[in-house]
């Protein structure tokens, strides 16, 4: 095993000891599962020369596979540099050093984005292969030479030692190779996106840039999708909006909650967001506008208007059959509101009341009618203290003639009023809808 920076910088000798040059890059050809390396650049005065692999001579760290992977001298030629046919990069050949060093690659087993800062190279059959890239600050410290070596002393003394970040090839996917600037980053599939929390998965779109972040969103399914740009700070969904056609947007506005497509709307241009709400589904868009007409500090600002109610006339078993409906959609369900036939609200029961109670017995019979509740102009100040003195997951919100418009989670009221380093959204389920029957 060696490194790509163990290369470069190399004296390239001809047969006769004279030095032509120093070797700049390496080129590598896709085809096989690994890129295999061709070619090594070689500076030499103000010319570039392209000299195949199979040209090369150089002797390799005694110790093999246990040594530094050192190259020991120089690299010289096999024959006279006048008989050795220049090679010539194609559309499948990548340069190491110019497209890969350096390049921002998203980490989706540590849930970051890193720095390439060496690329690792195997010997396979008499050449070399591109095996994986190196992301670790021991990496780093080995472009530059020498004194990375009592550094690596030093931190073993200390026992810290330096180690490496390895992230293999399979992992690593080069956009159009072979182009001026080729963007090199993790493949990111969706099956291994699938795995990871959403706000994990913002954590990452957060540090790529806007189409970076809009790449990873459109491998998304719509409702994934939806989740993440939701967990994103403002300024990053906006950023990736942009880079996302109106389609798109839309289609993620209407998988949104309510009110959280009603916080991003009221942050875009005017025009962005009439613009918006027009290709959104009628329905969905009728939420959202209710919504955005409320002050965005108040509890008619902050809550959502998809909520379980039900009425007092009905039974446990009815109502329980009415939720197991809603198991396709709803994650997980709080409380449970009931309204009269106005949509007045007049009781909550939870769901373990609701559970333990025989079938037959009434809604009426166990709920609580004296229900904690805020009204849709109260200040989000009031709303948070309420949540936090009742110790509650999820308060009603009612219009001033009592009728129930909407529900506030503990998550949305927290992350208003929790200093901005500590806003990232708690992971509560949202609380889903359920239409009349």
């Known amino acids: 095993m060696k490194y790509l920076t163990q290369i470069l910088d190399k004296r390239l000798c001809s047969t006769d000891g004279k030095v032509l040059g120093k070797v700049t890059d390496a080129i590598a050809s896709f085809g096989g599962r690994?890129?295999?390396?061709?070619?090594?650049v070689v500076r030499a005065g103000a010319a570039e020369l392209f000299i195949p692999f199979g040209d090369l001579l150089f002797e390799t760290d005694r110790e093999g596979p246990n040594g530094s992977g050192d190259i020991l001298g120089d690299i010289v030629l096999k024959m006279p540099l006048s008989e050795i046919t220049a090679y010539h990069p194609g559309d499948g050949d990548v340069r190491l050093s110019r497209d890969v060093l350096d390049r921002q690659i998203v980490d989706v087993q540590d849930r970051r984005v890193v720095r390439v800062n060496d690329v690792r190279l195997a010997e396979t059959g008499g050449s070399y292969c591109v095996v994986g890239v190196d992301a670790s600050l021991r990496a780093l410290l080995r472009r530059f030479g020498s004194i990375s070596r009592p550094i690596e002393a030093a931190a073993k003394l200390i026992h810290r030692p330096l180690r490496s970040n390895l992230i293999a090839w399979d992992d690593v996917q080069t956009l159009d190779p072979g182009?001026?600037?080729?963007?090199?980053?993790?493949?990111?599939?969706?099956?291994?996106?699938?795995?990871?929390?959403?706000a994990d998965i913002a954590d990452i779109v957060e540090q790529l840039s806007p189409q970076e972040g809009a790449e990873v969103i459109e491998n998304l399914d719509m409702e994934?999708?939806?989740?993440?740009?939701?967990?994103?700070?403002?300024?990053?969904?906006?950023?990736?909006?942009?880079?996302?056609?109106?389609?798109k947007q839309a289609d993620i506005l209407d998988e949104m909650e309510p009110d959280e497509a009603a916080d991003m709307l009221e942050a875009l241009p005017d025009a962005m967001s009439d613009a918006l709400l027009e290709q959104m589904d009628p329905e969905d868009a009728e939420d959202v506008k209710e919504l955005l007409a409320y002050d965005h500090d108040t509890a008619g600002g902050l809550m959502t208007t998809e909520l379980v109610s039900i009425s007092a006339d009905m039974d446990c078993d009815r109502t329980i059959n009415r939720l197991r409906n809603l198991a396709p959609k709803a994650e997980t369900i709080y409380y449970v509101y009931v309204v009269d036939v106005e949509e007045r609200l007049v009781g909550v029961l939870s769901l373990r009341d609701l559970v333990i109670s025989p079938p037959g017995t009434m809604v009426s019979d166990i709920m609580v009618r004296n229900v904690i509740h805020v009204y849709v102009d109260d200040h989000a100040n009031q709303v948070a203290q309420i949540l936090r003195r009742y110790n509650l997951l999820a308060v009603p919100v009612v219009s001033a003639d009592e009728r129930l418009v909407g529900i506030i989670t503990v998550d949305d009221t927290l992350e208003r009023l929790l200093p901005p380093e500590r806003r990232r959204k708690l992971p509560v389920p949202a609380i889903v809808s359920l239409d009349d029957v």
């Open 224 to 247: 994934s999708a939806a989740d993440v740009i939701a967990e994103a700070e403002t300024e990053t969904q906006i950023a990736i909006l942009r880079h996302l056609d109106q389609e």
């Open 179 to 198: 182009t001026a600037a080729p963007t090199v980053r993790l493949k990111v599939t969706h099956d291994k996106l699938a795995r990871l929390h959403p």
């Open 34 to 40: 690994l890129p295999s390396v061709r070619a090594f």
